[in-house]
């Protein structure tokens, strides 16, 4: 089965759920025999609970994780930060264009703009660059108004009351 139309969607906001939410499309779009590829921006360390899930439903969902482990350093990334965003971002450039996939899906990558990982403006010429019957998601905080202006549908996470404000910590199987 192929999309007749894709669209693209954002996910941004400053509470727990987008990259969420982007597995629960991913999760559907498996089920209905569609390809999907999730590929993570600053998301070294792992495995996560979602690269495990990834593995029992290859290959009909890939994710490819990039990034190294631990936080970049938003005020002055490190150029190992930098470079390995721009690798993802060739990446996510070749597999939205192989005509391999159904949903492609940017995990973080409006974080890595924020970070001045990547530029902007190379990720809008990516959106450009979608062919029409594949669906784009693009997850992450403080979307850029380009990027929202770009998408079809945003959705933005609004944080009202959160668990790790009490204490608790990131949980494997929840968080991790």
């Known amino acids: 089965m192929k999309l007749e139309r894709g669209c693209v969607q954002v996910y941004t906001g ?4 987008k990259t969420t939410a982007a597995l629960g ?3 559907r779009a498996v089920g209905r025999g569609l390809k999907v590829v999730m590929i993570q921006f600053m998301k070294g360390g792992g495995p996560y609970g979602e690269h495990l899930a990834a593995a029992r439903l290859a290959p009909d969902l890939t994710i490819i994780p990039t990034g190294r482990e631990g936080w970049v350093n938003k005020d002055n990334p490190a150029q190992e930060d930098i470079t390995l965003a721009q690798n ?3 990446i996510a450039r070749e597999k939205l264009l192989s005509g391999e996939y159904d949903l492609v899906i940017l995990d973080e990558i ?3 703009i924020g970070f001045g990982l990547i530029p902007v403006q190379e990720v809008l010429e990516l959106i450009a ?9 693009l997850t ?3 979307a850029d108004p380009g990027i929202i202006e770009a998408a079809d549908l945003v959705t933005e996470m609004v944080e009202i009351k959160h668990y790790f404000k009490a204490g608790v910590p990131a949980r494997i199987g929840i968080e991790k």
């Open 25 to 27: 499309l991913a999760f």
């Open 14 to 17: 400053n509470c727990k759920g």
């Open 129 to 137: 660059l979608r062919p029409l019957t594949v669906e784009l998601v």
């Open 140 to 142: 992450g905080r403080n």
């Open 88 to 90: 993802a971002l060739s």
């Open 110 to 112: 409006n974080g890595a």
